[in-house]
C-alpha cells in the first residue's frame, strides 16, 4: 500500500479505538477544524459535538474491507464496513493533508440494510421466496388480500384518462400517462409552420384554444 495510504488508514482506525474516543485531546488532534460528519443515524455533527458524542465509548469498534483511494496529492478516500456489536455500516472519510498533518475533513456513515436489529427489538422475520406474506394466501393479489382483510381495495387509476396540473402559468396543461400535454396556440411553432403552406387559395383552419382562421394568399 501506498506510504500516504497507510499512515492514513492507521489514523482511520485509530479513531476506532475506545481508548482514543474517550480522550477528547487525542480526537481534535485527528480532526481538521472544519470537519463534519454525516452519521448512520442521520444526524450532522462537526469537530465539537462527535468529540463530546464519543467521550464514552464502551468498546473498540470493528473494521473489515478497510481501502484506501488517493484523490489528489494531500487527499485520501477511506472505506470499509464497520461493526460495533449491535450495528453494521458502509463508512467513508476523506482525509486531508494540510502542514504535513493528515486529518480528518468529512465522515458518513450508512447502516447495512440487513444489520441486525438493536438488542430487545423483535427480529425482522421475512417469508421465503413463493411464500404469502403474514395473513395473506398464496397467489392472491393486494386486493385480494385487502377485500378479505374487509378494507376496500385501492382504485384503479386510468392511465389513459387526463388530470390536470394546476399551479403555474400552464395553459391548459395535462399528464397523460406518462406526458404531459397542452393545448397549441396560434403562436405554437407547429401552427406557425402550418400556416406557412405554399399558397394557393386554401383556407387553413387551426384548432387551438381560441380557434384561428385565416386564408392563404
Known sequence: MD??????????????????????????????????????????????????????????????????????????????TSHDGVQHALRSSTWIREGGQWQLLFHQGTLLADAPPPPGA????????????????????????????????????????????LGGRNDGAVRVGGTVRRRAGDQTPAVQALLRLPRGGLLVRVATGSPVVRRAR
Open 122 to 165: 423483535p427480529p425482522l422475520v421475512r417469508p421465503p421466496l413463493g411464500e404469502p406474506p403474514p395473513g395473506g394466501r398464496a397467489g392472491e393479489s393486494r386486493e385480494e388480500a385487502a377485500e378479505a382483510a374487509g378494507k376496500a381495495p385501492a382504485e384503479a387509476v386510468d392511465q389513459d384518462a387526463e388530470q390536470r396540473l
Open 3 to 80: 506510504p500516504d495510504g497507510a499512515l492514513v488508514v492507521e489514523r482511520e482506525l485509530l479513531l476506532l479505538r475506545a481508548a482514543v474516543r474517550r480522550d477528547p485531546q487525542r480526537v481534535l488532534e485527528l480532526l481538521r477544524p472544519d470537519f463534519a460528519e454525516y452519521g448512520s443515524s442521520g444526524r450532522v455533527w462537526d469537530r465539537l459535538s462527535i468529540t463530546a458524542a464519543t467521550a464514552d465509548s464502551p468498546r473498540d469498534i470493528e473494521a473489515t474491507d478497510v481501502q484506501a483511494r488517493r484523490l489528489g496529492p494531500d487527499a485520501f478516500l477511506v472505506t470499509y
